[in-house]
């Protein structure tokens, strides 16, 4: 099976700042990205993706009729089961919103035409919908990505576990730490490391070549992707890969992109004094939206980075190629390619921007691409309204 994934104007927008670098099915959530878990499910030989023009250098886009998901449907046991039957001359939609449908790539996303079947489905609308279910979807991932196998059993004799749901890839180092799956799974990528005196609550999952540093406590409903170094304190976060906060302080209720970097003792709020309703800024209305959580912290765009001792106030955006330092609690919403803090921000321009980029990248043998760099110039363009103080 072929099959495409379909980012609306306004399905992508809502995803932003994480979906200015990526269409919404290459968001991780649990263990996979959204487009793995249905390449398992339906076992699929091929993935498209319609998304915004500018990203479509980077990702393929389809030469015929596919199967077209929306990009931000998680699979459900109950959708997985209707789409193996569907028609092509019917669409699935929930709540009235087309979410799938067999379309040729000319074709509009629209139900006009065609049997409508309404059902009930699991989506990510917003960036803190990740990690808000991000603890049921690594229990989703890790029987899918585990089911028939058997984990490696190099655990050494000074780790402590409790529960039987601990899989690890080959490769996997873990020593003199504590793994707790009683309250769900832990999965531990191919020559992933968790070092001594590390504490890991489940469900939690690591990826491929990443390392929990030395005494880091990570508390359950937490991913960290592949190639990260993560140490600290972190709750109920998700960091998608190649990011390192690498140092003592508090990541919770958040997502961080790819090529972050969190400086030492960095801490994000995630309640509010007052244990109000936390809200966030909603790229899609150009305001900020109450998001119905009372736990919330920190979203980040790719490329962002953060000095020593960084504050993040409760209900933090950044965007892609942000650089925050100084004293004090920066504003709650900084803009794309902004170098500052709470002192206020200036242009942090492209040039000097893909020269860190082409550096850091290096380090994990990856380059920054000239496809890369004119996709990031086109998010320096359309983000620059944002940038308040370049109209001053």
Not at 6 to 27: G, H, N, Q
Not at 123 to 141: A, C, H, T
Not at 233 to 242: D, H, Q
Request: aromatic share 10%.
């Amino acid at each position: 099976m072929k099959v495409t994934f379909i980012d609306t104007e306004e399905s992508w927008k809502k995803m932003l700042p994480l979906s200015y670098t990526r269409p919404v099915a290459e968001i991780r959530v649990g263990i996979l990205k959204v487009h793995e878990k249905w390449a398992k499910e339906l076992n699929i030989s091929q993935t498209f993706f319609r998304t915004e023009t500018f990203l479509g250098d980077l990702f393929q886009n389809p030469d015929e009729k596919t199967l077209t998901l929306l990009g931000n449907l998680l699979p459900t046991d109950g959708l997985v089961n209707t789409l193996k039957g569907l028609e092509e001359n019917q669409v699935l939609t929930t709540n009235g919103e087309l979410i799938a449908g067999y379309f040729s790539p000319d074709e509009d996303f629209s139900p006009l035409g065609r049997e409508s079947i309404e059902v009930s489905t699991n989506q990510v609308n917003y960036p803190w919908d990740i990690f808000r279910v991000n603890g049921e979807e690594i229990k989703s991932d890790y029987k899918l990505i585990t089911r028939g196998r058997e984990s490696n059993p190099l655990l050494d004799s000074h780790t402590i576990t409790y529960g039987d749901d601990i899989f690890l890839e080959e490769g996997a180092k873990v020593k003199a730490a504590t793994l707790n799956a009683e309250n769900g799974p832990i999965y531990i990528g191919k020559n992933a490391e968790i070092q001594e005196g590390a504490l890991i609550r489940g469900p939690f999952s690591i990826g491929e070549s990443s390392t929990i540093n030395m005494g880091a406590k990570i508390k359950g409903d937490t991913t960290i992707g592949p190639h990260c170094k993560v140490g600290g304190e972190v709750s109920n976060s998700v960091i998608f890969g190649y990011s390192n906060k690498g140092h003592e302080g508090f990541l919770g209720n958040s997502v961080l992109g790819e090529w972050c970097n969190l400086g030492a003792d960095t801490n994000n709020s995630n309640l509010k004094n007052n244990y109000a309703n936390v809200k966030m800024w909603d790229f899609a209305t150009s305001r900020f939206k109450d998001t119905g959580l009372q736990f919330c912290g920190l979203i980040m765009g790719d490329h962002s980075k953060c000095g020593i001792n960084t504050m993040f106030n409760t209900g933090t955006t950044v965007g892609v190629f942000a650089n925050i330092f100084g004293d004090g609690f920066p504003r709650n919403i900084i803009p794309s390619f902004a170098w500052g803090g709470a002192s206020g921000f200036t242009t942090y321009h492209t040039r000097k921007a893909f020269e860190t980029a082409e550096l850091v990248m290096s380090r994990r043998n990856k380059h920054l691409t000239e496809v890369d760099k004119s996709m990031l110039s086109h998010i320096f363009e359309i983000t620059a309204e944002n940038r308040v103080w370049e109209k001053k």
